[in-house]
Nanobody, 117 residues
Framework: QVHLVESGGGLVQPGGSLRLSCAAS????????MGWYRQAPGKERELVAT???????NYADSVKGRFTISRDNAKNTVYLQMNSLKPEDTAVYYC???????????WGQGTQVTVSS
C-alpha cells in the first residue's frame, strides 16, 4: 500500500504558474506509473499527465506545452509544473499511483487549484 499527499495548490492569476507535489509514503521506483488527474465542479475526473517508472510521459491535449510532469525517486515525489494557467484549469488536482500487478490504484486526497483574476 502507498499513501499519497498532494500539495502546492492555491489561487493564481491567469498566465501564472504553480508547481504541485505528490509525496509518496514508499519508494516510487517500484510504482509502475504515477499521474495527475483533475476534477472541476460538475465534471468527471480527467487525465492531466502520467509518468512511467521509466520516465515516459503522457499529457492531455489541453495541457500539452504548458504542464510538465516529473519525478524525483530520491525524494519519492512526483511533480506537476503548471505554466500559462487558464481559468479552465481550475479544479481539484489528484495524484495517483498504479501497480500493474493486479492493477491496484491509489489516490491522494487532492489539492485545489483556482485560476482567477
Amino acid at each position: 500500500q502507498v499513501h499519497l499527499v498532494e500539495s502546492g495548490g492555491g489561487l493564481v492569476q491567469p498566465g501564472g504558474s504553480l508547481r504541485l507535489s505528490c509525496a509518496a509514503s514508499r519508494n516510487i521506483d517500484s510504482i509502475n506509473a504515477m499521474g495527475w488527474y483533475r476534477q472541476a465542479p460538475g465534471k468527471e475526473r480527467e487525465l492531466v499527465a502520467t509518468i512511467s517508472s521509466g520516465s515516459s510521459t503522457n499529457y492531455a491535449d489541453s495541457v500539452k506545452g504548458r504542464f510538465t510532469i516529473s519525478r524525483d525517486n530520491a525524494k519519492n515525489t512526483v511533480y506537476l509544473q503548471m505554466n500559462s494557467l487558464k481559468p479552465e484549469d481550475t479544479a481539484v488536482y489528484y495524484c495517483n499511483a498504479v501497480y500493474y500487478v493486479h492493477y491496484v490504484v491509489y489516490w491522494g486526497q487532492g489539492t485545489q487549484v483556482t485560476v482567477s483574476s
